[in-house]
Nanobody
């Protein structure tokens, strides 16, 4: 059974950095575009960033553009989210998912339900 496990979250001061990891087990993610999502307290889960299957293309939402970078290591079956210049409004639980296609922002249903995510808390 495929499992995506997010890690790397924590408590950081505004302006700080964190690097999140999403490791897959039970199935390779190398053939699929991948995305990071986040859910802030009291809000719906939102898409944050995506990367194509080979890592050649990436995009992210305007609120994190220039601060967040998504990347992947195909050999390690892992996707990363480098987050710099963090702001209190970035506080959320961050999740990763395999996407139906690059640009869809829709998780593939055959990769199962959402993982536990990793908590990112940015203090002001």
């Amino acid at each position: 059974q495929v499992q995506l496990v997010e890690s790397g979250g924590g408590l950081v001061e505004a302006g700080g950095s964190l690097r999140l990891s999403c490791a897959a087990s039970g199935r390779t993610t190398s053939n699929y575009p991948m995305g990071w999502f986040r859910q802030a307290p009291g809000k719906e889960r939102e898409f944050a960033a995506a990367i194509s299957w080979n890592g050649g293309m990436t995009y992210c939402i305007d609120s994190v553009k220039g601060r967040f970078t998504i990347s992947r290591d195909i050999a390690k079956n892992t996707v990363y989210l480098q987050m710099n210049s963090l702001k209190p409004e970035d506080t959320a639980v961050y999740y990763c998912a395999a996407l139906e296609n690059y640009g869809s922002k829709v998780p593939r249903p055959d990769f199962g339900s959402w993982g536990r995510g990793t908590q990112v808390t940015v203090s002001s």
